[in-house]
């Protein structure tokens, strides 16, 4: 079976596709990394808040973060081609054959069930396809959207209000999940 960095996988569901991001997506991916409203709950440090250039990020994501297997990148598109976010696999710990899962949307896709469907492609893909045992994710308190989707699409709750930095001067309080 194979492990997670051995591919940039492409997904599909019904409305969804999931696939390794280009040229092409960059002014999306521009527009949404500018978007305070899509980074209020996330991590100061994500790829895409780190380069002014998308384009740049686009070859960090898959240079530098595949081949360095520090994280895995997928776009999350509508099948008719809209842009509606991206899912991320990070902290990738295969002696535990264990992976983390981040996920964030443009408000355009917002409770639409989006993000529950990408997460779910991404869990069936994780598990039938890769070696992976294990899924965490981590979601800042008052993420509230956040939290329900991890929950809907199978993750218990491991820890609340966990102390964590998250790139900013106070650490962020956060709950833990698995599945």
């Not at 991404?122 to 800042?140: C, K, R």
């Amino acid at each position: 079976m194979k492990k997670v960095f051995d591919e940039i996988p492409y997904l599909e569901t019904d409305r969804l596709i999931l696939r390794k991001m280009d040229e092409r997506d960059a002014a999306a991916l521009g527009s949404m990394a500018r978007d305070e409203s899509v980074y209020r709950y996330l991590p100061a440090f994500l790829t895409e808040l780190q380069y002014d250039d998308p384009l740049e990020t686009i070859r960090q994501f898959y240079g530098k973060c595949f081949t360095e297997k520090e994280s895995v990148f997928l776009g999350i598109f509508r099948r008719e081609g809209a842009f509606c976010g991206m899912a991320e696999l990070y902290g990738c710990r295969d002696e535990y054959r264990k992976i983390s899962l981040g996920y964030r949307l443009i408000p355009a896709a917002w409770g639409q069930g989006i993000a529950t469907e990408a997460v779910l492609r991404v869990i069936e893909y994780l598990y039938h396809e890769t070696d992976t045992g294990i899924i965490t994710a981590s979601v800042i308190t008052e993420n509230h959207a956040s939290a329900n989707v991890l929950r809907k699409t199978g993750f218990q709750m491991t820890a609340a209000a966990v102390p964590e930095d998250w790139g900013f001067p106070e650490q962020r309080i956060v709950d833990k999940w698995f599945r």
